[in-house]
């Protein structure tokens, strides 16, 4: 498809459980941007690539994120030990600089 | 204080209302300006982007007050189809990494 990608769409995880979420950019895009939305409020940043370098990563909430980027296209959000607060939908979203296209997100649950 | 912010709402107007609303911003810094849409439980999609001298598309306008430091979106004649959320979002001018803060969003409902 043209469009951003992310796998899965949803997630439940136990607390204390390790979760993967993927990421497909446009073909091309450079830049590439995880948001976590929580109900009732806007995306709110996390990281930022540009190609394979991650260039930012001010927004990610505690060392149990992480995320990677290694072939400048796919990029992986990793959480580890999932907490209930981790609970949110995990948006990405490419830029060839100017506009931001959004993929579908992932909607994680933690129980 | 957040650096964008919004009335949640809900604003509830009949079809063919006009409807405005405003999002105020902290840093004065900040570049660009955009208006995104998010349908319930979909992804953000770009609506407009804002320009200083503000511009319209259809039935949407966008304006800009850098001295204000606010950014704001008119519907006219809003349609059944125009229920959403409306996010604003800010693209910081100190950061070169692009990143956009977004307000919480406003919620439109257009009643029949």
């Known amino acids: 498809g043209a469009g951003v990608s992310q796998s899965p769409r949803y997630k439940v995880a136990k607390r204390g459980q390790d979760v993967a979420l993927r990421c497909d950019p446009i073909?091309?895009?450079?830049?590439l941007f995880w948001y976590q939305q929580a109900l009732g409020q806007g995306p709110e940043f996390l990281t930022y690539?540009?190609?394979?370098?991650?260039?930012?990563k001010s927004g990610l909430p505690s060392d149990r994120f992480f995320a990677e980027r290694p072939e400048g296209s796919v990029s992986t959000l990793k959480i580890q030990r999932t907490q209930q607060e981790d609970s949110a939908v995990y948006l990405c979203?490419?830029?060839?600089?100017?506009?931001?296209?959004f993929g579908p997100g992932t909607r994680l649950t933690v129980l | 204080r957040k650096e964008v912010e919004q009335d949640p709402g809900p604003f509830n107007v009949p079809e063919g209302a006009t409807v405005a609303f405003n999002c105020t911003y902290s840093?004065?810094?900040?570049?660009?300006f955009f208006w995104y849409r998010q349908d319930c439980r979909k992804e953000p999609k770009l609506l407009m982007s804002?320009?200083?001298s503000g511009n319209e598309d259809g039935r949407f306008t966008a304006q800009l007050n850098r001295a204000s430091q606010y950014i704001s979106l008119l519907i006219r004649d809003s349609k059944l189809s125009d229920s959403a959320t409306y996010l604003c979002?800010?693209?910081?001018?100190?950061?070169?990494?692009?990143?956009?803060?977004f307000g919480q969003g406003t919620t439109l409902q257009v009643k029949p």
């Open positions: 804002v320009y200083s």
């Open positions: 840093n004065s810094a900040s570049q660009s």
């Open positions: 979203a490419s830029s060839l600089g100017g506009e931001q296209f």
């Open positions: 073909s091309g895009h450079v830049s």
């Open positions: 979002a800010v693209k910081a001018g100190s950061s070169n990494t692009g990143k956009l803060i």
């Open positions: 690539f540009q190609n394979e370098a991650q260039l930012d």
